[in-house]
């Protein structure tokens, strides 16, 4: 399983930006889909989880209603649209790959499993 992600870098207060992230190596079904964060300083975070098998999402607290996941299974792709940005959203956001129960965890729990698949991150920063 490999996951490549990219669409970071810096952004203002109340901007917007989509992160993509393409899996490999797997059949897009076999595995839930979810974006994390990790600032500095900070432990990783879970942000939002998608399960293609039958389109559930999730999202956290911190980000419903600004920020959107979606995927395009011919392209293996997961994306996460951040709108109205805000300067606590900068962190280096990470694709995971796994069952949707343990990303579901992560998400609405905050409890991380390390053991997921993980990409390589990309950097968003946001200016206030």
């Known amino acids: 399983v490999q996951l490549v992600e990219s669409g970071g870098g810096l952004v203002q207060t109340g901007g917007s930006l989509r992160l993509s992230c393409v899996g490999s190596?797997?059949?897009?079904?076999?595995?839930?889909l979810g974006w994390f964060r990790q600032a500095p300083g900070k432990g990783r975070e879970g942000v939002s989880c998608?399960?293609?098998?039958?389109?559930?999402?999730s999202y956290a607290d911190s980000v419903k209603g600004r920020f959107t996941i979606s995927a395009d299974r011919a392209k293996n792709t997961v994306y996460l649209q951040m709108d109205s940005l805000k300067p606590e959203d900068t962190a280096t956001y990470y694709c995971?790959?796994?069952?949707?129960?343990?990303?579901?965890?992560?998400?609405?729990?905050?409890?991380?499993?390390?053991?997921?698949?993980w990409g390589q991150g990309t950097q968003v920063t946001v200016s206030s």
């Open positions: 190596g797997f059949t897009f079904d076999d595995y839930a």
């Open positions: 995971a790959a796994d069952n949707i129960h343990s990303l579901r965890i992560g998400v609405e729990l905050g409890i991380v499993d390390e053991s997921h698949f």
């Open positions: 998608f399960n293609p098998s039958d389109g559930f999402t």
